[in-house]
């Protein structure tokens, strides 16, 4: 039988998934990412040969933080200190002899939500609020890439905020007022001194207002239909984030339309799904094993 497989490479779990030539996922599997670039090397492969079992990869897609080459398939994930300058692509097509495709993770995740999520939309804007923050943008269902194919970073853009620890706010980039470290899990515990889910209504006021500002930056310069948002924090939170962030982009949103602004219909499988989608797009270009 022949098989896709999906990686969701994150920086505290991967999930992998075996999929048939359809789409439709055959079996799944979960575990926690080492820290050591080796151990997580050694794991991506372990977990790939588990799901192909007696079968025949035809492509694997893979979501994972950014930075990284999206034509060379070199990673260098922010949020893993020790994956640098990585070429995944070429390990994994070595090891499995067929067609790998890797790109950021909140692309792979807007192109699940526009494949498999019934995401319409011919301007759709995915942004994951997880232990980071990102976003993918689609025109048409292609996903959009800047100059030399860099991946626009929605999470580090600067905004004026409102936060009751400012001195607090620090973001991973090194740059300064960056929307990551204001509304991402690193960010909330940073300032909160707590997780996400121990949040007050208060606080949650105050990341969602936070959020609302870049919604309204992000609404300016693209104007997308939709917005999708996804991820642990956002997923977790729910309407208690929502809100205020749909207010604040209403409030202060002049000139362009204001998109719909909803959680992913795929929940925490957008960036896994989307891996599938991926893999789905390079299958016809596969060798398989």
């Known amino acids: 039988m022949n098989i896709l497989i999906g990686l969701d490479i994150g920086g505290t779990k991967i999930m992998a998934a075996a999929a048939n030539e359809g789409g439709e996922i055959l079996r799944r599997l979960r575990a926690d990412t080492p820290l050591d670039l080796q151990e997580g090397l050694s794991l991506l492969k372990k977990l790939a040969a588990r799901l ?14 950014g930075p990284l080459e999206h034509n060379s398939g070199v990673v260098s994930p922010l949020h893993q200190p020790q994956w640098r300058s990585v070429p995944l692509k070429n390990i994994m097509e070595t090891q499995f002899r067929c067609h790998f495709v890797v790109d950021v993770d909140t692309n792979v995740a807007a192109l699940g939500e526009y494949k498999f999520g019934k995401e319409t939309a011919s301007r759709l804007l995915y942004l994951t609020l997880s232990t ?127 998109p719909q602004v909803r959680l992913s219909r795929l929940g ?22």
């Open 52 to 65: 192909r079992e007696n079968n025949r990869i035809i492509a694997i897609g893979a979501a994972i933080g």
């Open 132 to 258: 980071g923050m990102g976003g993918g943008f689609l025109i048409d269902g292609k996903i959009y890439r800047g100059a030399g194919g860099v991946h626009q970073e929605a999470g580090h853009q600067s905004i004026h905020f409102c936060c009751a620890r400012p001195e607090r706010v620090q973001c991973e980039c090194g740059a300064r007022d960056c929307l990551e470290a204001l509304v991402s899990g690193n960010g909330i515990r940073r300032i909160y001194g707590k997780p996400a889910e121990k949040l007050t209504e208060e606080e949650w006021e105050e990341v969602g207002y936070n959020l609302g500002q870049g919604l309204r930056n992000l609404a300016t310069l693209y104007a997308p239909e939709v917005i999708v948002l996804g991820g642990g924090v956002a997923v977790g939170a729910g309407e208690k984030l929502l809100r205020p962030a749909r207010a604040t982009l209403h409030a202060h949103l002049k000139i362009v339309p204001a």
């Open 268 to 289: 925490y499988d957008s960036a896994l799904i989307g891996a599938i989608a991926l893999a789905m797009e390079g299958g016809s270009e596969g060798a398989g094993v």
